[in-house]
């Protein structure tokens, strides 16, 4: 049971900040530069006996065109629309602004529960703007400072009477009546900017949750939506763009950059998004090979299947998978087109499929005939004393990913090629094909070293 609370402001008020206080950890992108925030973010939080489901909003920019504007004030307003109730933030040490009152104006005739907060009220000198907000009709304002979390005492006792225990829902679900498990997947978007990866969330959701448009780096921040597919809980992670590091200059970026790789390296598995036009390009085999450094659990989804060069597409993914991505061989691919929603139930299954590759264990008894099988067929070569290398036994340390301990009283020397030949063998035998394997050769105690 959740009270829904949209953070809403102008632009550079501090409405990230309040989010991030108010969810008890970093979440959004802060930032000096206005209008950071574009998408809707939504995360629970708590206040002290208070369960709270926050919606952090982009600043208002109002316009009539069919721009980028436009849309960020679409999404501020279905966040408005939703919510149980306004947490309306003005900049206290800048006084009231025009925006400022026009905001009033909206928020009054949505009809919702407001709770005005005069932010980056850190001393006395900002009484002024404080005493100015009466005029705003949106009742007394509490001094507060998102940034240091003074007055949060006062914004809980404005809250409390506000909160009516209205039901949880999960926005985007496909009506499964099915009982979804308790551990969600955590599922991240990522890829170049502008192949469409907030479409394909949008897609999946069936919403428009993210916002989409003509212009490249749309998406600034990583936002999680939570979903169900087919009674399954998903965290559906969608990211900004990554591009080439040596073009990324202004710190905005980087910050974006890092949201990005995080959600990405926090997931368990990762949608690779690619443009059907130029497949597997230079950053994407630099996004895919961290991706399965990292450990996670890759799915290649090639986008705008519908208006591509098939044939010419296919041959050109199939010879750069070959050639460059050697790490891992069977990484599952899928063409969608997300902007007519093509694709996609097939995409999801390729994600839980690898997802429950991933999560492998394999059974002692099993793994150590194959083990034994593998060293009769074809025995290590010598090591660096010209002897011959024992391999004794292997034993499986963790899944997610499957991760073999080989056992040797002297594995010095063993040659990486002969590794790479048990993972890829182990790969095949075990059905374990495109999820990183990890082994590692550590060497025996000798039984006798502590007796006399």
């Known amino acids: 049971m959740s009270l829904k609370i949209a953070i809403i402001g102008r632009p550079n008020v501090g409405k990230s900040t309040l989010f991030n206080r108010l969810a008890g950890r970093k979440i959004a992108i802060v930032h000096d530069q206005p209008g950071v ?141 099915e009982e979804a498990p308790e551990r969600p997947l955590q599922l991240a978007i990522v890829g170049r900017p502008n192949v469409g990866k907030s479409t394909l969330v949008n897609a999946l959701l069936k919403d428009e949750r993210m916002l989409t448009g003509p212009e490249a780096g749309v998406t600034r921040d990583a936002i999680t939506s939570e979903w169900v597919w087919q009674g399954r809980k998903v965290n559906l992670v969608d990211t900004a763009g990554l591009r080439r590091q040596s073009r990324v200059a202004d710190s905005l970026e980087k910050m974006s950059a890092a949201s990005t790789k995080h959600a990405a390296f926090m997931a368990q598995v990762v949608v690779l998004v690619l443009d059907a036009d130029a497949v597997l390009e230079k950053q994407d085999l630099t996004i895919a090979r961290k991706v399965i450094e990292e450990g996670r659990a890759l799915v290649i989804a090639v986008n705008k299947w519908d208006i591509a060069n098939r044939k010419e597409a296919l041959d050109q993914l199939n010879y750069k998978l070959k050639t460059s991505l050697t790490q891992v061989e069977g990484v599952p691919t899928v063409t969608i087109s997300a902007l007519k929603g093509e694709g996609l139930d097939k995409l999801m299954r390729a994600v839980f499929k690898i997802y429950d590759r991933w999560n492998s264990r394999i059974p002692t008894a099993p793994l150590n005939q194959w083990f034994a099988d593998m060293i009769d067929n074809y025995p290590p070569p010598l090591g660096k004393n010209k002897r011959r290398i024992k391999l004794r036994y292997i034993t499986q340390a963790k899944s997610r990913p499957p ?35 990890r082994m590692t050769v550590r060497k025996t105690g000798n039984p006798y070293a502590d007796k006399n």
């Open 37 to 177: 925030t574009r998408d809707r973010r939504e995360a629970p939080a708590k206040l002290r006996d208070l369960d709270l489901r926050i919606i952090d909003t982009a600043g208002y920019e109002y316009s009539n065109e069919d721009n980028l504007e436009s849309r960020m004030w679409a999404q501020t307003k279905r966040a408005i629309d939703e919510a149980d109730v306004c947490l309306f933030l003005f900049d206290a040490r800048a006084g009231l602004q025009p925006y400022d009152e026009h905001f009033a104006d909206i928020l009054r005739q949505s009809g919702k529960p407001v709770v005005l907060l005069a932010n980056k009220c850190e001393s006395k000198a900002q009484e002024d703007g404080i005493h100015e907000a009466y005029k705003l009709g949106l009742g007394q304002p509490i001094p507060f400072s998102a940034e240091h979390g003074l007055g949060t005492n006062d914004l809980y006792e404005a809250l409390k009477p506000l909160d009516k225990k209205t039901p949880k829902s999960v926005s985007g679900t496909d009506n499964s009546d």
């Open 403 to 437: 991760s073999f301990y080989i056992f040797s009283s002297n594995p010095e020397g063993l040659p990486e090629s002969y590794l790479r030949y048990l993972v890829n063998n182990l790969r095949e035998t075990f059905d374990l094909g495109g999820i990183p394997i």
